[in-house]
Nanobody, 125 residues
Framework: QVQLVESGGGLVQAGGSLRLSCAAS????????MGWFRQAPGKERTFVSA????????LYADSVKGRFTISRDNAKNTVYLQMNSLKPEDTATYYC??????????????????WGQGTQVTVSS
Protein backbone atom coordinates (compact mmCIF):
# COMPACT_ATOMS: atom_id res chain seq x y z
CA GLN A 1 0.00 0.00 0.00
CA VAL A 2 1.56 3.26 -1.16
CA GLN A 3 1.28 6.04 1.37
CA LEU A 4 2.56 9.61 1.33
CA VAL A 5 2.34 11.71 4.46
CA GLU A 6 2.99 15.45 4.43
CA SER A 7 3.94 17.40 7.52
CA GLY A 8 5.38 20.74 8.52
CA GLY A 9 2.51 23.03 7.66
CA GLY A 10 1.21 25.69 10.01
CA LEU A 11 0.49 29.34 10.58
CA VAL A 12 3.28 31.81 9.87
CA GLN A 13 3.56 35.55 9.38
CA ALA A 14 4.39 37.02 6.01
CA GLY A 15 8.12 36.89 5.45
CA GLY A 16 8.50 33.77 7.54
CA SER A 17 9.60 30.27 6.62
CA LEU A 18 8.30 26.73 6.79
CA ARG A 19 9.75 23.40 5.77
CA LEU A 20 7.37 20.78 4.48
CA SER A 21 8.20 17.09 4.47
CA CYS A 22 6.68 14.24 2.52
CA ALA A 23 7.49 10.78 3.83
CA ALA A 24 6.68 7.68 1.83
CA SER A 25 5.91 4.13 2.83
CA UNK A 26 5.04 1.11 0.75
CA UNK A 27 7.30 2.23 -2.09
CA UNK A 28 10.78 3.53 -2.78
CA UNK A 29 10.81 7.18 -3.76
CA UNK A 30 14.18 6.76 -5.42
CA UNK A 31 12.51 5.54 -8.63
CA UNK A 32 9.82 8.24 -8.73
CA UNK A 33 9.91 11.90 -9.65
CA MET A 34 8.23 13.89 -6.89
CA GLY A 35 6.14 17.02 -6.98
CA TRP A 36 4.56 19.55 -4.67
CA PHE A 37 1.24 21.11 -5.57
CA ARG A 38 -1.07 23.42 -3.68
CA GLN A 39 -4.76 24.14 -3.59
CA ALA A 40 -6.41 27.21 -2.14
CA PRO A 41 -10.11 27.13 -1.16
CA GLY A 42 -12.33 27.30 -4.22
CA LYS A 43 -9.39 27.01 -6.62
CA GLU A 44 -7.79 24.28 -8.65
CA ARG A 45 -4.71 22.40 -7.56
CA THR A 46 -1.64 24.10 -9.03
CA PHE A 47 1.96 23.15 -9.50
CA VAL A 48 4.58 24.40 -7.06
CA SER A 49 7.76 22.40 -7.59
CA ALA A 50 9.07 19.04 -8.75
CA UNK A 51 12.31 17.10 -8.53
CA UNK A 52 13.93 14.35 -10.55
CA UNK A 53 14.90 10.92 -9.26
CA UNK A 54 18.45 11.91 -8.40
CA UNK A 55 17.54 15.40 -7.26
CA UNK A 56 19.62 17.00 -10.00
CA UNK A 57 16.66 18.31 -11.95
CA UNK A 58 14.21 20.74 -10.36
CA LEU A 59 11.20 22.65 -11.59
CA TYR A 60 9.51 25.63 -9.97
CA ALA A 61 6.40 27.65 -10.60
CA ASP A 62 7.27 31.25 -11.44
CA SER A 63 5.42 32.42 -8.35
CA VAL A 64 7.80 30.58 -6.00
CA LYS A 65 11.13 30.81 -7.82
CA GLY A 66 13.83 32.19 -5.60
CA ARG A 67 11.77 31.60 -2.46
CA PHE A 68 11.09 27.85 -2.38
CA THR A 69 13.59 25.01 -2.62
CA ILE A 70 12.73 21.39 -3.24
CA SER A 71 15.03 18.58 -2.17
CA ARG A 72 14.94 14.88 -1.52
CA ASP A 73 16.68 12.32 0.64
CA ASN A 74 16.19 8.95 -1.01
CA ALA A 75 17.84 7.15 1.91
CA LYS A 76 15.11 8.55 4.15
CA ASN A 77 12.42 8.12 1.50
CA THR A 78 11.46 11.75 2.04
CA VAL A 79 11.01 14.87 -0.06
CA TYR A 80 11.16 18.40 1.32
CA LEU A 81 9.95 21.84 0.37
CA GLN A 82 11.74 24.72 2.05
CA MET A 83 9.57 27.81 1.83
CA ASN A 84 11.09 31.20 2.60
CA SER A 85 9.78 34.74 2.31
CA LEU A 86 6.25 33.46 2.54
CA LYS A 87 3.42 35.64 1.29
CA PRO A 88 -0.31 35.59 2.10
CA GLU A 89 -0.96 34.31 -1.43
CA ASP A 90 1.02 31.16 -0.55
CA THR A 91 -1.82 30.16 1.77
CA ALA A 92 -3.14 26.77 0.63
CA THR A 93 -3.18 23.09 1.33
CA TYR A 94 0.08 21.63 0.05
CA TYR A 95 0.16 18.15 -1.42
CA CYS A 96 3.05 15.96 -2.46
CA UNK A 97 2.68 13.62 -5.37
CA UNK A 98 4.73 10.68 -6.59
CA UNK A 99 5.17 10.46 -10.33
CA UNK A 100 5.44 7.37 -12.47
CA UNK A 101 8.62 5.35 -12.19
CA UNK A 102 11.75 6.47 -13.99
CA UNK A 103 10.13 9.41 -15.74
CA UNK A 104 11.16 13.06 -15.70
CA UNK A 105 9.29 15.40 -13.36
CA UNK A 106 6.52 17.48 -14.88
CA UNK A 107 4.24 20.33 -13.89
CA UNK A 108 1.05 18.37 -14.61
CA UNK A 109 -0.88 16.90 -11.69
CA UNK A 110 -2.17 14.08 -13.89
CA UNK A 111 1.40 12.75 -14.12
CA UNK A 112 1.41 12.06 -10.38
CA UNK A 113 -0.78 9.02 -9.60
CA UNK A 114 -0.09 8.90 -5.86
CA TRP A 115 -0.87 11.70 -3.42
CA GLY A 116 -0.64 12.51 0.24
CA GLN A 117 -3.48 13.92 2.32
CA GLY A 118 -2.08 17.44 2.34
CA THR A 119 -0.80 19.86 4.95
CA GLN A 120 -2.24 23.32 5.54
CA VAL A 121 -0.06 26.40 5.19
CA THR A 122 -1.51 29.71 6.31
CA VAL A 123 0.42 32.94 5.90
CA SER A 124 -0.91 35.96 7.74
CA SER A 125 -0.27 39.52 6.60
Amino acid sequence: QVQLVESGGGLVQAGGSLRLSCAASGMSLSTRPMGWFRQAPGKERTFVSAISLSGGGKLYADSVKGRFTISRDNAKNTVYLQMNSLKPEDTATYYCGAGRQFLFPTMRSEDYPDWGQGTQVTVSS
